[in-house]
């Protein structure tokens, strides 16, 4: 099993940037690929971001495109995810989420392992 916990949320306004984090425990030798969704309030869960564990290749959103930046700290099993000029649309729960497979990056229901979530709050 993999365990991630996400931190860093908080209420910020728009134009601000914010940095969230994720750590990984457990069966981390397992892991290929680790991601960011986020959900706001009456909308489904939407693919943010993800990396390779091993190789550091990314893909983003279109909407967070220039704006986010997702990392990983190999020895420290963190995950992050560097926010700019955020907007009152970023709003959400934000979650980490971790799996074993190469395939499917952006589809939530290809990550078994999830966190709790981060609440992120822009105000305008």
């Known amino acids: 099993q993999v365990q991630v916990v996400e931190s860093g949320g908080g209420l910020v306004q728009a134009g601000d940037s914010l940095r969230l984090s994720c750590a990984a425990s457990?069966?981390?030798?397992?892991?290929?690929?680790m991601g960011w969704f986020r959900q706001a309030p009456g909308k489904e869960r939407e693919f943010v971001a993800a990396?390779?564990?091993?190789?550091?290749?990314?893909t983003y959103a279109d909407s967070v495109k220039g704006r986010f930046t997702i990392s990983r700290d190999n020895a420290k099993n963190l995950m992050y995810l560097q926010m700019t000029s955020l907007k009152t649309e970023d709003t959400a729960v934000y979650y980490c989420?971790?799996?074993?497979?190469?395939?499917?990056?952006?589809?939530?229901?290809?990550?078994?392992?999830w966190g709790q979530g981060t609440q992120v709050t822009v105000s305008g």
């Open positions: 989420a971790a799996k074993r497979t190469i395939t499917g990056w952006t589809d939530p229901s290809e990550y078994p392992y």
């Open positions: 457990g069966r981390t030798w397992n892991i290929y690929t």
């Open positions: 990396i390779t564990w091993s190789g550091g290749s990314t």
